[in-house]
């Protein structure tokens, strides 16, 4: 007979609500004073923003954070500005010649949190997502632990630790923690639907289940998903305990599965689309995190990376509190022992699989997913399974109180040894850190959360822990104990993470991004050996050939031609002055950024036939080029040139025989239309260009049969109409957009209309009415039961 499991009530969602908004408003104060958690210092320390910074200013002691400045925030300015001009940010068209924004899934634009950015400005949306991520990851594992058993107040640690975890704190803002906060709740779900099935739990299984996809991170979608089938299998493996059928469940299961993916249609087709141009298959080999990391769960240290125990920051964080790893081993003495059994299994698949070690690692080198995503943030996984574990091992002591006047030896036996492993760790960090750098972390900061804090929150921990076993602590008492004990050691582990900045201080007014956007004629702009942060310019509504993110093969491609690729997110100058093609003009580049900290801007000025100096603002150059061509041009049909090859292609563009003003590189021959109206009075040209977030407008004046090149970056998602009519998109000039013109005057539209979108958001409507129908049938049959009592 399974032993008897807590069921979660509503008592223990309000406390634990309470308890977690009142710690992180604790560990946020700030934000309570308008000051928004930004790295705004890894934007100032760049050339433009000297005289922002002033000559004396600092940089504030954190982590690696780069991912928020060259992304994340860009992201959601994007978003934000979308909502403004009331549509949907399909498209991108700042960053690398343009980039699909819906195809990306890390944008999560059908996340549902994602629309606080279309309803608030930006920097108080961008606070409040940090309350509402920690809130929801505490009190999904509160639940969860509930439901297996934990009592009250263990359960509220569980999502204590979870909630301030070394890996929740060090990916916030990240779609990584969005995505993973679902996991508790999906294996919550997955226990209901075990003990009874219904349409509401068969609704909220499915809704468990497809959020991670829509969260954005599809790496860490595929951990959840694993995880979650994991349980499932476990679930059907158990007996029913008076619970429905294993059949009955697997079908429930399935159903909810189905409706899952139907739910997450609208955003995972539009991304298989977009992974599908990639340069990315699942055969690569990430490789595991070195095991001399683990000790990143005794180290409290989120300040630097790597950190005083060699651990890099965030991608290693894995704190999860001392105290968590003492009485997490208790939970084999709990009377749910099967679940504790599950979660540790879980937990040190985790571990092997995230640090390379053991059969499992070897094992999950062949399984189709785990091969090819970076098995490294399984740490997430290790830190739920730890707070769980240890609610179950704070319950089944207090039970063990409750029940005799000390514990029995096994809980001594199983202390014991956790005590161990811990003190060996921390002595090792201490070891460690005599050899280490810490050029980012303040001497306070490493003295409160450096090995010496640690070793002190060890004695702490295991004098509370032998007080409880002795019997000196009643039940209730070693309870809350245990947890303000957790609350006080990850809240102040996880404090200032991340520096709080005003509002104004987030991507400031500079000199150079003015002057950069006073030119009213389409263009790009471009940093040249980082002179400025990557994804700049979509925070200042600039548009740039250059940016950091993963971006279809094609274009990766020739862009690495000057330089820039996913690890150098800038044009070189090098490149540049060497390149002999027109590419850099074909790009519409028509200004570049450079610098006098390095040889940018002599090399730019040694061939001043080709650029010209325009502006000067301390260190920074800018200088134009002389023969960029404009964003929309004709080239005659004569000019036409077919390789049928991607390879030829290219090396035709990037030649320097090539003129993209007079020939233009297709696949195939292109069906031009000979015959039109008659020649315009006008010159032939391009006029009236207007461009959007989703859509490009001009008129286009054609004298003969030619090709309207548009520069920006093909996607299968744009769709092109001729004086109203629809025609075929081209891709030109091997990643380029473009379409074929009869002589006479036009009016063309490119609108970004993917059909992947149409078909998932189709899908996604009838799931959401499926899924909803069973929700509320369930709803409608309580309020019926009620009425009749």
Known sequence: MNPPRGSPDRRVLRRGALLLA????????????????????????????ESVRGPNATASPH???????????????????????????????????GTTFVGDPQPALFYPPTLLYALLPTPLAWSLQFLLRTVLAGLFVTLLAHALGAEELAALAAGVVFAFSGWVTAFQ????????????????????????????????????????????????????????????????????????????????????????????????????????????????????????????????????????????????????????????????LHRNRRDAIFLLALLVTALSIAYGVGPLYGLSRHVPVLRGIPNGRLLAVADLSLAVLASLGISALSVELRERRHARPAFWVLAAGAVVIAGSGIALIRWQGRFASHTHALVSLRTFRGPASSAAILLAAVLVLVLALAGRLGPARFAALALAFVAADLVTASFRFLPFVRPSEIFPAAPTFEFLKKDPEPHRVSSVDGTYPAGAELAYGLESATGFNVIPWRTESLLATLGTSQGVPAFQSQRIVEDRSRLLDLMNVKYLAATTWNRSVGNLASQ??????????????????????????????????????????RARVTSAEFDPARSVVLAAPAPVPFRGEAAPELPPGVSDFVQRINDVRLTARVAEPSILVLSQAYDPGWRVAVDGAPAPVLRVDYAFDGVALAPGRHTVRFLMAPRSLRIGALITAVALLVTGALAFRGGARRQVATRGR
């Open 22 to 49: 009142g710690l992180t408003l604790l560990n946020y104060w700030p934000m309570l004073f308008g000051r928004v958690p930004f790295p705004a210092d890894l934007v100032t320390q760049f050339p433009p923003f």
């Open 608 to 649: 001043p036939d080709r650029f010209r100096l325009v502006f000067a603002d301390g260190s920074v150059r800018v200088f134009e080029n002389r023969t960029v061509l404009p964003r929309a041009f004709l080239v005659p049909a004569w000019g036409i040139d077919v390789a049928p090859s991607p390879e030829t292609q």
């Open 173 to 332: 803002t990240r779609p990584h923690l969005d995505t993973v906060t679902w996991l508790a709740l999906a294996l919550f779900a997955i226990d209901r639907l075990r003990r009874r099935i219904s349409g509401p739990r068969v609704a909220l299984t499915a809704a468990a289940l497809s959020l991670p996809v829509l969260a954005g991170q599809p790496e860490s979608a595929a951990h959840v998903t694993l995880v979650a089938l994991a349980f499932f299998l476990f679930r059907f493996a158990l007996p029913a305990d008076g619970g429905p059928g294993r059949f009955r469940f697997a079908a429930a299961f399935a159903i909810s599965g189905l409706l899952a993916l139907g739910l997450a249609a609208v955003q995972a087709l539009p991304a298989l689309e977009f992974i599908g141009q990639l340069n990315r298959g699942m055969d690569a080999r990430w490789g595991p995190r070195p095991l001399s990391e683990i000790v990143a769960f005794l180290s409290r240290d989120l300040g630097s990376t790597p950190n005083s125990a060699g651990v890099a920051i965030p991608e290693a964080a894995a704190y999860a509190g001392i105290l968590t790893l003492l009485v997490a081993p208790l939970a084999l």
């Open 63 to 97: 982590a690696e954070a780069g991912d928020l400045v060259t992304e994340m925030y860009p992201w959601k300015l994007h978003t934000r500005r979308a909502a403004l001009e009331g549509t949907f940010p399909l498209w991108n068209r700042h960053s690398l010649l």
